[in-house]
C-alpha cells in the first residue's frame, strides 16, 4: 500500500519569507500523481497544486512551486513571499492507479507577522 | 455556485442515534468519496462511489452505510453512533481516469457524538 509521510508537524516562517514543506512516499507504481492540499481553519480543502510523476518539470502555480525528485520518492513545497493567509494545514496527497488519494499526516503553517 | 455541498455543517447527537449526511455535486464528476478527518487532523477514505456503484470500501464498522441515488449524490447512514465516530466527515468528487484531476471536496460536516 502506498504510504504518505510529512515529517514536519509544525512549521512557522516570518511573513515574505521563503518556507519549504516535506513530503515523501512509498510506491511501487510508476505512474501516479502528487498533490498538496490547504486546509485553512475553515476546514475547507483546497488544491493548491499537483504534478504528474511522468512530467520531469516540477509545477508551479504563482508562490507555489514543488520540487519532485521522483527516484528520492520526495515531493516538497515551497511557499515563496509568504502571507498571513498562507497560514493553515497543508497535506500532501498521492494518487496512483486505484484512484485513492492518500494523505500524509499534514504540518501546520505558522505565518509570523 | 457551491461546487460540492454536504449538509448538515455541524451534527451533535447522542450516543446510539442514527443519523445521515447528504452530499451533492453538481461538477458533472462521476465519482465520489468519503472521507473522515480525525481529531488529529489524520484523513482517510470510507467509501467511494462511480456512476453509483461502490468501488472503495475501506475497513468501515457496518454501522457506515453509503448510499448514492445517482452519481450527483452521495449520502452516509451511521447507525447506533458510538463516540469513536465524533470527526470530521468529508465528501469529495472527482472524474475517474482524468489522470491528474485532484478532488473537489465539500467543506465538511463535523459530527459530535454525546
Known amino acids: 500500500a502506498q504510504t504518505v509521510t510529512q515529517s514536519q508537524p509544525e512549521m512557522s516562517v516570518q511573513e515574505a519569507e521563503t518556507v519549504t514543506l516535506s513530503c515523501t512516499y512509498d510506491t511501487s507504481e510508476s505512474d501516479y500523481y502528487l498533490f498538496w492540499y490547504k486546509q485553512p481553519p475553515s476546514r475547507q480543502m483546497i488544491l493548491v497544486i499537483r504534478q504528474e510523476a511522468y512530467k520531469q518539470q516540477n509545477a508551479t502555480e504563482n508562490r507555489f512551486s514543488v520540487n519532485f525528485q521522483k527516484a528520492a520518492k520526495s515531493f516538497s513545497l515551497k511557499i515563496s513571499d509568504s502571507q498571513l493567509g498562507d497560514a493553515a494545514m497543508y497535506f500532501c496527497?498521492?494518487?496512483?492507479?486505484?484512484?485513492?488519494?492518500?494523505f500524509g499526516t499534514g504540518t501546520r503553517l505558522t505565518i509570523i507577522p | 455556485d457551491t461546487a460540492v455541498s454536504q449538509t448538515p455543517k455541524y451534527l451533535v447527537t447522542q450516543m446510539g442515534n442514527d443519523k445521515s449526511i447528504k452530499c451533492e455535486q453538481n461538477?458533472?464528476?462521476?465519482?465520489m468519496y468519503w472521507y473522515k478527518q480525525d481529531s488529529k487532523k489524520f484523513l482517510k477514505i470510507m467509501f467511494s462511489y462511480n456512476n453509483k456503484e461502490l468501488i472503495i470500501n475501506e475497513t468501515v464498522p457496518n454501522r457506515f452505510s453509503p448510499k448514492s441515488p445517482d452519481k450527483a449524490h452521495l449520502n452516509l447512514h451511521i447507525n447506533s453512533l458510538e463516540l469513536g465516530d465524533s470527526a470530521v466527515y468529508f465528501c469529495a468528487s472527482s472524474h475517474l481516469d482524468r489522470g491528474s484531476g485532484g478532488y473537489t471536496f465539500g467543506s465538511g460536516t463535523r459530527l459530535t457524538v454525546v
Open positions: 496527497a498521492y494518487k496512483g492507479g486505484n484512484e485513492k488519494l492518500t
Open positions: 461538477l458533472g464528476h462521476d465519482t
